[in-house]
């Protein structure tokens, strides 16, 4: 791999390059992180302004179809889009890269866009520590808009929250069950709450809006908006879209934005070399013996591990 022809051909936009270069980050492979750390040190960065957006809800709410929607307002506009979709499915068989790809079919044939479903388990265990690095790639690229999809299980969404400027969460008409299941954490970080298939039941979920902006004042987010819209007939898209488009936003996630990166490869990178040097994994597997035997209890088998290693004082 030759990292300053790739360099150059991803700021050329040319997509088989970004592409690849995506899969360097995501692999479980050393020697390809080492290329993409490389790669990314390479790269231009701090120069395009994009959007970065991020997108989550309950499976089957309709957010690849709003994504795909969105981008294609994006695109009329004349500006190019980056589609990210965290697929926690992936690796098991049958996953739903296929559905999302077919989802966004229109959206994937476009010149202006980019779409690219992503493992949620990334080459150090987890998409926070990859993610990062595949949206600075997309804005090398020259994406002006980056939309990231997560499917609302466990913590890749909070750790979406992180990693963007603007979090929308997607509901459905008929929130009650919905709204018991979406963590209170999540609601605390959203920034919009878009109620889509309003084609289906636009009462319904008109109430729905309702009891989301109840659950978002007892919360202190009454500044929060929650809008309506159908990403089947296009119904509501075009006002969500200028939203975006004219909202300003913070700079000051940026700044989270690369503390969380930093922290989360601290903990990966020390997962990883705690797996692997020898001397630590000696001593965990002596360690865990000991655990087996009953001698010690796990946590003081922690404790010990530490001192062996020196790390008492820490
Ligand atoms: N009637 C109606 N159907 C919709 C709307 N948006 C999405 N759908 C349908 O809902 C189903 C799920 O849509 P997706 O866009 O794949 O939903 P998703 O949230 O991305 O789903 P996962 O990624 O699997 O969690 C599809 O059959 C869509 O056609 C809408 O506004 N109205
Ligand atoms: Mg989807």
Same mark, same amino acid.
């Given at each position: 791999?030759?990292?300053?022809?790739?360099?150059?051909?991803?700021?050329?936009?040319?997509?088989?390059?970004?592409?690849?270069?995506?899969?360097?980050?995501?692999?479980?492979?050393?020697?390809?992180?080492?290329?993409?750390?490389?790669?990314?040190?390479?790269?231009?960065?701090?120069?395009?302004?994009? /959007? /970065?957006?991020?997108?989550?809800?309950?499976?089957?709410?309709?957010?690849?179809?709003?994504?795909?929607?969105?981008?294609?307002?994006?695109?009329?506009?004349?500006?190019?889009?980056?589609?990210?979709?965290?697929?926690?499915?992936?690796?098991?068989?049958?996953?739903?890269?296929?559905?999302?790809?077919?989802?966004?079919?229109?959206?994937?044939?476009?010149?202006?866009?980019?779409?690219?479903?992503?493992?949620? /388990?990334?080459?150090?265990?987890?998409?926070?520590?990859?993610?990062?690095?595949?949206?600075?790639?997309?804005?090398?690229?020259?994406?002006?808009?980056?939309?990231?999809?997560?499917? &609302?299980?466990?913590?890749?969404?909070?750790?979406?929250?992180?990693?963007?400027?603007?979090?929308?969460?997607?509901?459905?008409?008929?929130?009650?069950?919905?709204?018991?299941?979406?963590?209170?954490?999540?609601?605390?970080?959203?920034?919009?709450?878009?109620?889509?298939?309003?084609?289906?039941?636009?009462?319904?979920?008109?109430?729905?809006?309702?009891?989301?902006?109840?659950?978002?004042?007892?919360?202190?987010?009454?500044?929060?908006?929650?809008?309506?819209?159908?990403?089947?007939?296009?119904?509501?898209?075009?006002?969500?879209?200028?939203?975006?488009?004219?909202?300003?936003?913070?700079?000051?996630?940026?700044?989270?934005?690369?503390?969380?990166?930093? /922290?989360?490869?601290?903990?990966?990178?020390?997962?990883?070399?705690?797996?692997?040097?020898?001397?630590?994994?000696?001593?965990?597997?002596?360690?865990?013996?000991?655990?087996?035997?009953?001698?010690?209890?796990?946590?003081?088998?922690?404790?010990?591990?530490?001192?062996?290693? &020196?790390?008492?004082?820490?």
């Amino acid at each position: 791999v030759n990292i300053p022809q790739l360099c150059e051909s991803i700021v050329k936009g040319d997509t088989t390059a970004l592409a690849k270069s995506i899969t360097l980050l995501e692999s479980q492979k050393e020697e390809d992180w080492a290329l993409g750390k490389e790669l990314l040190s390479q790269l231009p960065v701090g120069e395009n302004q994009s /959007r /970065r957006l991020g997108f989550s809800g309950p499976p089957g709410v309709g957010k690849s179809s709003f994504i795909e929607k969105l981008g294609g307002h994006i695109t009329a506009g004349a500006e190019k889009v980056a589609v990210l979709a965290i697929d926690p499915s992936s690796g098991r068989t049958g996953g739903s890269i296929l559905g999302d790809k077919t989802r966004m079919e229109a959206l994937s044939r476009h010149p202006l866009s980019f779409v690219r479903p992503s493992p949620s /388990r990334g080459h150090l265990g987890g998409v926070t520590s990859s993610m990062p690095g595949v949206i600075l790639l997309c804005e090398a690229a020259g994406y002006d808009w980056i939309l990231v999809e997560s499917v &609302g299980v466990g913590q890749s969404e909070v750790e979406l929250v992180q990693m963007v400027d603007f979090f929308t969460l997607i509901a459905q008409p008929g929130a009650g069950d919905e709204l018991q299941a979406i963590k209170k954490g999540i609601l605390e970080h959203v920034d919009m709450i878009v109620v889509n298939k309003i084609d289906q039941d636009n009462k319904l979920a008109t109430i729905t809006a309702q009891q989301y902006l109840s659950a978002l004042k007892v919360i202190g987010g009454a500044s929060v908006p929650v809008k309506k819209c159908s990403a089947l007939t296009g119904e509501g898209m075009d006002e969500i879209y200028q939203f975006y488009q004219s909202h300003s936003y913070d700079r000051g996630r940026r700044n989270e934005f690369l503390t969380h990166w930093f /922290r989360s490869l601290i903990q990966s990178e020390f997962r990883k070399r705690l797996a692997s040097h020898p001397k630590w994994k000696k001593e965990i597997h002596q360690l865990e013996e000991t655990i087996l035997q009953q001698k010690l209890l796990p946590h003081q088998a922690v404790d010990e591990l530490f001192q062996r290693l &020196g790390w008492t004082n820490l």
